[in-house]
């Protein structure tokens, strides 16, 4: 396939780097799954094979939790991954599939409309009405698919799915079987059948999981970047790329700002300067790792179309007020805090402190 | 076993490593020793007896110190797992003879008190400059060589912090502690690993010299030579199945013996000290590595778990966590236990683990049981993994130093534990009534209520402090198992306030234990204290409970030395700046939010907070928080919604405070009183900015005026409404003030009418004379003053 595709699965994205793994890959795998739970660990987390060949990283962090996700997948029970808006839930779940199963395209996206249909399987009502009732008339849905195949199927957002239909997934869970009553038949799942779900933790009005089904499901809570320096070059790798999509007539962002952007960050979510000596408040906002990026594209954008090219403090000022202030009582207290208490006296950061409090004012 | 040597076997082991004591007990039984040696100090030879007693229950520590100087002492515990107590069993069992054949305590405090020395000379030399970091450091190095350093301690920047690395990175595992967890710890208990770690330890050893040819600690050298003379003494007695039970660092050099005139070189004209030894309870949380003991263990709780569980470890501990949870409120099925045994299991697989270790079982247990929170572990932690547990020594020990520092300050202080309750009436001006007051609130603080204070009593100045003291036995019980925070008053309760500050969960708490800590004169607590107060203050999202912290932290920094302690005035005082300067930015900037829409009993509360700040600004004379203060009070002041309550007082603390000009507090009263406002919020407003004191009504006559005019301008039914809050109002003026505007309301009016006081100059002049008199004004300035008013 040429590429014109505006994205490929990872699969086809990776193709190359999964046929090395599965050929240096002599260890035990689990039936059904293309690779060893060793290998599918390596290929998420990147590495050196015995032949020199270099697996590039898919999941930058804790080299425990990606264990954690393959070693519940390789027990049968089927995997949640948890966590705040822009924490690569998504991601990590796409490669897992395309490494265990070959394919990451069986995929349910839960909506507050999906309907049982999605899950379990759906009718063909022409060919229902003329030839009757028959598994000709049947529509499988993704899960079904996945369950004859003994492949992986991933449900996104789990949570924005009703009560009612989620709890389909519990006897093909447990019982490892889907019924069709009107048959009189069932779908047995075929060893190496699993699913990965994902689930953000922060959205409100959400449909919580029944505690069933929650009980069915091994949760991985997928944490925000660990260090400033992670977090730094994931937002100016990501920021220099998306700028350069658009086309952003400024020159990349400084690191020396956007480390400033992701201090302030990272500061107000963990609730604790960097330095650990100062508590702070957080406010309501999530402040992930995506938004930072977004701050510093703004700030760009500014800067390019507005300014002289560069990113300076006045124009992050706004964005990094409008992601810190969600709540405009609570938030914007914890922001003038912040700003009074920590970045006031913080050396060279004056230009940002009189810009944002410029702006809150 | 270790053929080179048959008189005696070298057994390298780990303090407090479960696998090792299982080893250790097994390679015991095989050998059958005739004398036992231990890493130990020789001064606590004759307590190991005691080991045996049914009432010995570990944790336990035996605890060395010089009587004479109780800041110096070393701290050697004992878990059941410990391999060392296990060898002390069986020696007791066994019936045969036990010698600790470490450096002795009397040379190692020596060397210790004079290294101290030293640097307090050091110190002094530097000047007087020395700020809190210096000092917190200088705490902490301190604290380090009160622990005795442990076999595997710091070493040179070249080499790795724990020479067992140096393997580990050889066998591929990430660091030495993972790496003898699983090589050595969590692996069943066979006698052969002794011989492969000398020879392990001995190929690191040799390894470090080559880097780094100078020893990792000065005093290894000399503990070395003292163990290998001790063999040599059990040699020459005649003993012929020795066993030697030590450090696995300290392995490889006792198996090669150089000459003993080396050794005897190196141990000649070592300073001494008088010492003492003695068990002391100590607990888990006293073990673990962050409590900051230097051979401590990472997880003390699951440490005894694999000494107790030899069976099914993984189950047995997975099933304790869930009914740990379970007790917390918390679902934990057997179902998810057993997905979590296999969660476990196949994590271990993966990993290449025989089976899961403690990192497995917890990852297991939060993914699993906790549905990916990792808030429940914390509880698991601190219940399984570190474990609360408390040890326990026979009656018959030899007293405590802590015991002994409190009989000490007892006979000093000329005050006898009685058990009969007896009144005191102290003098704090006098130096000794202020040790006792202070020696009172330090036992106070640890529990142990000997005196309790009377408050109030007899109605007597802040130099008096009335107590009555009784006795109670079972305070020694409590005074014993307190030994674990330190070995003098002062250390133990500064410890065990600091601990307590770290659970205290509300400022209030905080404040409180700050004011017991200055009473208690217990300087290195308060700096504590306020270090945790400043953080919680920052989380803090109550500006009342902020406002309620002001107060007593203003007094420290103010008052700290009136009772002649050394309080706030030897903490730093610009920490305390710092704190209320952090604490008064966020008040002020969260007061307008959190005045807004009060209802009567908050703004009661509300009018106690403001006035308590102010009255704390006033004593503080910082002019940067005075400004602040009083622009955050002017923009209230403008702020619509506000309570009656708190706005008429936020107008007279600005007028007292000389912020808000007269005319402009006298057009404020007309707004507050006017038509538009409802007569209830208009009394509200009344008695807030009267509150106290009726003074100001009397002498202002414009303000007089004004209310005045609004009472009469009432309606029947309004004043009715505004009657009862009129009346508590001005009934908490002085009988006199009351008298005197009931005068006024009297005479008042035709005053008011008159326009001006009518004054008759003859009869105010004919007092003059007798008022110069008494104010001793000579002649001739009454003359002039008696002209002056005449002109006037």
């Known amino acids: 396939m040429e590429n014109t595709l505006l994205r490929q699965h990872a699969e086809q994205q990776f193709a190359e780097e999964l046929a090395a793994l599965a050929e240096m890959d002599d260890r035990i795998r689990p039936p059904h799954w293309k690779l060893s739970p060793w290998a599918v660990a390596t290929y998420l987390l990147g590495g050196k094979l015995a032949n020199g060949f270099e697996v590039s990283a898919k999941y930058i962090g804790s080299r425990a939790l990606v264990e954690i996700a393959v070693a519940t997948l390789a027990t049968d029970r089927a995997l949640l991954l948890y966590g705040v808006p822009g924490t690569a839930k998504s991601w990590v779940s796409e490669h897992l599939a395309a490494a265990i199963s070959g394919d990451s395209t069986l995929i349910v996206q839960g909506t507050a409309g999906t309907a049982e249909e999605a899950i379990r399987y759906g009718w063909n009502y022409a060919f229902l009405l003329t030839h009757g009732p028959s598994q000709d008339a049947l529509i499988p849905s993704p899960v079904m698919r996945a369950m004859r195949e003994g492949q992986i199927a991933r449900v996104e957002e789990l949570t924005r799915i009703p009560s009612d239909v989620q709890d389909a997934l519990i006897t093909i869970l447990s019982e490892k079987a889907l019924p069709i009553p009107e048959l009189n038949a069932e779908v047995q799942a075929v060893k190496g059948f699993n699913i990965i779900a994902t689930a953000n933790n922060r959205d409100k009005g959400v449909n919580e999981l029944s505690s069933a089904l929650k009980r069915r499901f091994n949760t991985v809570i997928l944490p925000t970047p660990a260090t400033l320096e992670e977090e730094v070059s994931i937002v100016l790798t990501r920021s220099t790329a998306l700028g350069r999509a658009l086309e952003l007539p400024a020159e990349a962002p400084a690191p020396a700002e956007v480390r400033r952007v992701v201090t302030i960050f990272r500061e107000l979510r963990d609730g604790l300067t960097l330095d650990g000596k100062t508590k702070l408040k957080s406010p309501s906002g999530t402040l992930s790792t995506a938004e930072a990026i977004s701050v510093v594209n703004s700030g760009l954008s500014m800067a390019g179309h507005f300014g002289d090219g560069k990113l300076h403090a006045d124009n992050m000022a706004a964005g990094v007020t409008g992601a810190i202030v969600k709540d405009p009582v609570q938030d914007r207290v914890v922001w003038l805090e912040y700003l009074e208490t920590v970045l006031k006296e913080r050396d060279g950061w004056q230009d940002l402190y009189r810009a944002c409090r410029e702006i809150v004012e | 076993m270790n053929e080179s040597n048959p008189i005696y076997t070298v057994f390298g082991i780990r303090h407090h490593g479960p696998g090792c004591a299982r080893s250790l007990v097994a390679a015991l039984d095989a050998l059958q020793p005739d004398i036992l040696l231990i890493e130990g100090p020789p001064e606590g030879d004759a307590l190991l007896p005691l080991a045996a007693s049914p009432e010995m229950r570990p944790p336990v520590a035996l605890l060395v110190y010089a009587p004479d100087d109780p800041g110096h002492t070393a701290v050697f515990p004992f878990a059941a797992y410990s391999p060392e107590w296990q060898a002390i069993h069986y020696a007791l069992r066994a019936a045969i003879p036990v010698r600790f054949m470490d450096l002795p305590q009397k040379h190692w405090l020596a060397i210790k008190k004079q290294e101290a020395d030293q640097r307090i000379s050091e110190k002094a030399n530097e000047g007087e400059g020395e700020s809190a970091d210096q000092w917190i450091s200088e705490k902490a190095d301190q604290r380090e060589s009160e622990s005795p350093p442990l076999p595997l301690s710091p070493s040179p920047p070249l080499l790795p912090a724990d020479p067992l690395d140096l393997l580990a990175h050889a066998a591929g595992f990430e660091d030495g502690e993972h790496w003898w967890e699983q090589v050595v710890e969590e692996r069943g208990g066979d006698a052969e690993v002794f011989p492969a770690i000398v020879e392990a330890m001995g190929a690191v050893r040799a390894v470090i010299r080559e880097l780094d040819p100078t020893p990792r600690d000065a005093l290894e050298p000399l503990r070395e030579a003292t163990m290998r003379q001790t063999i040599r003494q059990a040699q020459k007695e005649g003993f012929q199945r020795i066993a030697v039970i030590c450090g696995a660092w300290h392995a490889p050099v006792l198996v090669e013996m150089p000459s003993p005139k080396e050794d005897q070189a190196v141990l000649k004209g070592l300073p001494k000290l008088k010492v003492a030894a003695t068990w002391v309870p100590w607990s888990y949380a006293h073990l673990a590595y962050e409590s900051g003991y230097g051979a401590g263990v990472v997880s003390p709780g699951w440490y005894e778990h694999l000494w107790s569980e030899r069976n099914e470890p993984t189950a047995h501990w997975l099933a304790r966590v869930a009914g740990l949870l379970r007790d917390a409120d918390l679902d934990a099925s057997s179902a998810q236990v057993i997905d979590a045994v296999r969660l476990a299991e196949t994590l271990a697989a993966i990993r290449g683990r025989a089976r899961p270790g403690l990192e497995e079982l917890n990852e297991a247990a939060q993914t699993v049981l906790c549905f990916g929170d990792p808030l429940p572990l914390k509880l698991v932690r601190r219940r399984l993994i570190v474990a609360e547990k408390l040890g326990q020594v026979p009656p018959d020990a030899p007293i405590v130093p802590l015991q002994a520092d409190l009989e000490a300050t007892q006979r000093t202080l000329r005050l006898k534990p009685e058990t009969e309750r007896k009144p005191y009436d102290f003098d704090l001006r006098n130096a000794t009534d202020l040790a006792r007051s202070a020696l009172l609130h330090r036992l106070n603080l640890l529990d142990i209520p000997w005196g309790k204070a009377q408050h109030g009593g007899g109605g007597r100045g802040t130099f008096h402090e009335l107590w009555t003291l009784q006795w109670d036995p079972a305070f020694t019980v409590r005074l014993v198992s307190m030994a674990r925070w330190g070995n003098t008053l002062e250390q133990a309760t500064t410890a065990y306030v600091a601990h307590m500050a770290g659970q205290a969960a509300a400022l209030g708490d905080l404040t409180d234990l700050l004011d017991r800590a200055l009473l208690a004169d217990l300087p290195d607590a308060v700096v504590a204290l306020t270090t945790q107060l400043q953080a919680q203050a920052a989380l803090s999202g109550d500006v009342a409970e902020l406002m309620s912290a002001v107060p007593p932290l203003a007094r420290a920094l103010r008052y700290g030395t009136v009772r002649q302690t050394s309080g706030a005035g030897a903490v730093d005082a610009a920490a305390f700046e710092t704190i209320l300067d952090g604490m008064i930015a966020r008040v002020c900037i969260g007061l307008p939010l959190a005045c807004s829409s009060l209802d009567d009993d908050a703004a009661g509360k509300m009018l106690k907070h403001l006035e308590g700040l102010q009255d704390s600004l006033g004593i503080l004379q910082h002019d940067t928080w005075t400004m602040l203060w009083q622009e955050t009070l002017l923009k209230l002041a403008d ?105 006024r309301v009297v005479g008042g009016r035709r005053a008011a009418k008159d326009g001006e006081l009518a004054v008759d100059a003859t009869r105010a002049d004919a007092v003059l004379p007798l008022i110069a008199q008494l104010l001793g004004l000579n002649s001739q300035r009454k003359d002039a003053e008696t002209q002056s008013r005449k002109e006037k």
Request: overall charge neutral; hydrophobic content about 45%; aromatic content about 6%.
């Open chain 2, 639 to 743: 702020q619509s919604g506000l309570h009656g309550l708190v706005a008429g007082r936020i107008c007279r603390l600005l007028l007292d405070a000389g912020a808000l000009p007269h005319a402009d507090v006298t057009r404020r009263l007309g707004l507050a009183l006017s038509p538009g406002t409802p007569p209830l919020q208009a009394a509200h407003w009344l008695e807030g900015f009267l509150r106290g004191s009726g003074l100001l009504l009397l002498h202002d006559e414009t303000l007089w005026a004004t209310l005045d005019t609004w009472i009469t301008s009432l309606s029947a039914e309004d004043f009715v409404a505004a009657l009862p809050l009129l009346r508590r109002t001005f009934s908490a003026f002085s009988a006199p003030e009351r008298r005197q505007m009931g005068e």
